[in-house]
T-cell receptor
Framework: SQTIHQWPATLVQPVGSPLSLECTVEGTSNPNLYWYRQAAGRGLQLLFYSVGIGQISSEVPQNLSASRPQDRQFILSSKKLLLSDSGFYLC??????????FGSGTRLTVV | GENVEQHPSTLSVQEGDSAVIKCTYSDSASNYFPWYKQELGKRPQLIIDIRSNVGEKKDQRIAVTLNKTAKHFSLHITETQPEDSAVYFCAASKSTNAGKSTFGDGTTLTVKP
């Protein structure tokens, strides 16, 4: 069966520090991968998606970036965090035309 | 791009009553409509979905209906229980668009015992 791992679960980072969140999927090949952000009490905003290794599409201009160095690995990064980057970050995967399976999420607080 | 609106934003019902959450979408090419349940502090989980070639789908106490002409779809929960309390999100996507889903803003459902 397919599983998705996301880490870390929580993170407190100072403004201006770098960020690296990692997500890996097991039990499937060539999944569609996504990074979403959820602000407190709000909906889910798509940040990046990827349909294959090295293929990244950005939905929202910001100081975040994403990379997919391997088929089942998706990384969200920032060189310098802003206060506004705080939120709940969710990685997800899907097969084409199917629903999402979300990772357990990373709660990021920028102080 | 796609825009999904979800109503109501909060819903409170008595245990045993029914709950209905409605969503509208803007892109007539959208053809896949999932619903997710998110309990406090946890990840959203897919609970039911419907494709554009189907008008209604049911799974035990939950059902989803789709009106393609009006571009709206709804989640129906019957015989609600306290464990149904959560935030529910609707979403819309196109199979030709890398599976990207546009989400509604969520409905906080509270089931009072």
């Amino acid at each position: 069966s397919q599983t998705i791992h996301q880490w870390p679960a929580t993170l407190v980072q100072p403004v201006g520090s770098p960020l690296s969140l990692e997500c890996t999927v097991e039990g499937t090949s060539n999944p569609n991968l996504y990074w979403y952000r959820q602000a407190a009490g709000r909906g889910l905003q798509l940040l990046f998606y990827s349909v294959g290794i090295g293929q990244i599409s950005s939905e929202v201009p910001q100081n975040l970036s994403a990379s997919r160095p391997q088929d089942r690995q998706f990384i969200l990064s920032s060189k310098k965090l802003l206060l506004s980057d705080s939120g709940f970050y969710l990685c997800a995967w899907s097969a084409q035309g199917a629903g999402y399976t979300f990772g357990s999420g990373t709660r990021l607080t920028v102080v | 791009g796609e825009n999904v609106e979800q109503h109501p934003s909060t819903l409170s019902v008595q245990e045993g009553d029914s709950a209905v959450i409605k969503c509208t979408y803007s892109d007539s090419a959208s053809n896949y409509f999932p619903w997710y349940k998110q309990e406090l502090g946890k990840r959203p989980q897919l609970i039911i979905d419907i494709r554009s070639n189907v008008g209604e789908k049911k799974d035990q106490r939950i059902a989803v209906t789709l009106n393609k002409t009006a571009k709206h779809f709804s989640l129906h929960i019957t015989e609600t229980q306290p464990e149904d309390s959560a935030v529910y999100f609707c979403a819309a996507s196109k199979s030709t668009n890398a599976g990207k889903s546009t989400f509604g803003d969520g409905t906080t459902l509270t089931v009072k015992p």
